[in-house]
């Protein structure tokens, strides 16, 4: 519902209104200063009209791993949150919103310079003798 009147309207407002919910949430301390906003409108992309990621037949735990891993080096990370990235609630808001807490979580030790290692981590193949689970 919040999504469908969003529709048309302009970016810079709904990023306003978030903006004024996670204040009014988090307290104005906690948020600091937003730099920056983005609204994406996948609903409307002519390519996705609302999709969302579903594991093929031969898919393992170590592929959905894989899709939340950090990039980058050390100070300078890329980070990856979404329902995609959560293998017990794939392709639901369940897993977007538990995906997004663990990175987030994880953006902010960094930025609090402690490093606990990317939470997507898992042991070397070489190191691994066990089989991998199928999805």
């Known amino acids: 519902e919040v999504g469908e009147g969003c529709k048309g309207r302009d970016e810079s407002a709904i990023v306003d209104a978030v903006v004024a919910l996670m204040r009014m949430t988090l307290g ?4 600091g200063n937003v730099k920056k906003g983005r609204v994406t409108r996948w609903e409307e992309n002519e390519f996705s009209m609302g999709a969302y990621s579903f594991y093929g037949l031969k898919s393992t735990t170590r592929d959905v791993e894989e899709l939340g891993r950090r990039v980058g080096k050390e100070g300078a990370y890329l980070l990856f949150a979404g ?13 977007a919103i538990i995906s997004g807490r663990e990175t987030g979580e994880e953006a902010w030790n960094l930025l609090n ?9 898992y042991p070397d193949a070489d190191e691994d003798d066990e089989e991998e689970d199928e999805l």
């Open 83 to 95: 329902e995609h990235t959560n293998e017990e609630y794939q392709g639901s808001v369940h897993g």
């Open 113 to 121: 310079g402690v490093d606990t290692g990317d939470i997507n981590d």
């Open 28 to 31: 104005r301390e906690r948020l």
